[in-house]
Every structure is written in C-alpha cells, then in structure tokens.
C-alpha cells in the first residue's frame, strides 16, 4: 500500500532544499562585496610588485598570476598606475597570506565608473592585457567574469610551444607555454612560473589528502599533477577514477612548485581538461 507523506514531511523537505539551494548560491556568490564594503584608495605598488593601499595593506588582486619577468612587471605595474590614487571597494576573500597580502577584489567606488565597464581591478587588467588569469578556488562566478574580460581566449599549442599573442593596446596577452609533463628537464625550467602542462597519465597516487597523477611512473622522471582531496572527490563523481585515467592525455594550468619543480597543482576544475 503506498502511503501518502505528511505535510509535515513535505514541508521538512522543502526546508532542506531551500537550504542546500541557499547554501549552493552562497557558495557561488563567494565573491559577491558585502553591503558595506569598505571604502579604500590605492597608493600604489610596493617594492614587491603588489597593490599597496594607502593604510599600508598589501593587496593580492584575486584571479591574477604572478607576474614572470620584467616585461610582465613593467605592463602590470604600468597599467594599475592608471588607477593610483583612486578610491574603491574592497572585498576582501580571505585572511593575508604568508606574505601578508590579503586576497581581494578591488571594485568601483560608489558612483564612479573608474574601471571601464569592468567589474572589478582584475577584469580592467585582464581586459587590458596587464596580467595572466589564474582561476581561484571556489569562486566559480568571479572566475567566469575574470575569463570573459581576457582579450581572447589562449590558444594553446602543441607542448613545448607557444601559442600565438592576443593584443590589447599597447600590452600583449600571450598565451602560456606548453610543457611536456614528461620531460623533468623541461618542467623544471619552468618553476615558480605558471604554465600549461599537458602528457598522458601513467600512474594515480591515493593519498589521504592528496592525489597526484604522475606523467611517468618513476620518480623524478617527470611531472605530477596535484589534486586536493575535495578537488579528486568532485572529479571521481564525474568519472575521474584512478583507472579511467590512467594512460588518458590531460592537459592542466597551474604554477610548478615543488621541491624539485616537478609538480603543478590544479586549483580548480576549470585548470584540467582531459583530451582523450
């Protein structure tokens, strides 16, 4: 006999949905400036290349990658110069970090239009070519918004190469090289820079913590990619087991790290593409 559920039931459901929805939109609208964002100005860079507010916090501008050389320097900081001076909003999407840079979005001021129809600093830098994008963790709605503001979108070459330059002003947005994952040599050439590392998958290591999938099978003899545990559990829903991987080709963009410059770590799901 099939037996109807309460209204009390009903309503108990209904509740845990609105809650899980509530929860799903908060978590997407992460980086979303609160009602009374503070109001800040822009002092400029200091002397390590980072925003500096005009109380003397350090900014790291969130969606941005580290700038490699001094040609990427000289664009980044050229360009925010524009900007010194200015009054914004900050967001703040995080505690500093080990440098004492706080992670935040930097926004119009109330009534201004300082940053060219873009919705924040990052997305005025991206369009404008100053600055690589790096996605960020959980942020999937800024994410989107720092990806459309690029030029155009990288086009990536085959590994070892580097696709062509998309141009925006007086700055080049060049799209990031392509490294072989199973050329160590070629990986640790790159460390500390952030790159697109693509190679087929030899083998998965389960840890409990971390999985990395390592382009070959002997240690040092070439890269790994790293994966957080909650990054690996939202991949495994979606098919990404350890044997469904294994001998696929997977493509990944990240900054190489690691003692011996032969790991890059996946922030978010957008960073890895799985080719064939």
């Known amino acids: 006999m099939q037996v109807k559920p309460s209204f009390a039931v009903i309503i108990c459901v209904l509740a845990v949905m609105a809650a899980c929805a509530s929860m799903a939109r908060a978590a997407d609208d992460a980086c979303a400036p609160g009602e009374t964002a503070e109001q ?18 350090t900014i790291r501008l969130a969606g941005l990658a580290p700038r490699q050389n001094e040609t990427e320097r000289e664009h980044f900081a050229a360009q925010l110069g524009r900007w010194h001076g200015r009054e914004f ?8 970090d080990r440098w004492g840079r706080v992670p935040a ?11 060219a129809g873009q919705p924040d600093l990052s997305a005025a830098l991206l369009a404008a070519g100053a600055a690589r994008r790096l996605p960020e963790p ?12 690029e030029p155009r979108p990288a086009v990536a070459g085959k590994a070892g190469s580097l696709a062509p330059a998309a141009t925006q002003g007086n700055f080049a947005a060049v799209a990031l090289p392509v490294i072989d994952g199973h050329d160590a040599s070629a990986m640790k050439a790159q460390a500390g820079r952030i790159v697109v590392v693509e190679g087929r998958i030899a ?18 003899a070439g890269g790994s990619i790293v994966l957080s545990r909650a990054l690996w559990r ?8 350890a044997s469904a991987l294994t001998g696929k080709r997977v493509r990944v963009s990240g900054v190489v790290e ?5 790991l890059i770590e996946a922030q978010t799901r957008s960073a890895l593409e799985l080719i064939d």
């Not at 909003?89 to 500093?96: E, I, K, M, S, T």
């Not at 959980?138 to 503001?149: D, F, T, V, Y």
């Open 105 to 115: 979005r930097l926004l119009a001021a109330e009534g201004t239009d300082a940053l």
């Open 258 to 262: 690691g003692r011996d410059g032969l």
């Open 89 to 96: 909003r900050l967001a703040p999407l995080g505690g500093p």
């Open 138 to 149: 959980g942020l999937a709605s800024c994410n989107e918004l720092w990806r459309k503001a």
């Open 234 to 241: 939202d991949l495994q829903r979606s098919g990404w087991t």
């Open 203 to 220: 083998a998965v290591g389960e840890r409990a913590q971390r999985t990395y999938l390592n382009f070959e099978r002997r240690r040092g």
């Open 40 to 57: 800040v100005r822009l002092a400029g860079l200091d002397r390590h290349g980072d925003p500096q507010l005009a109380d003397g916090r």
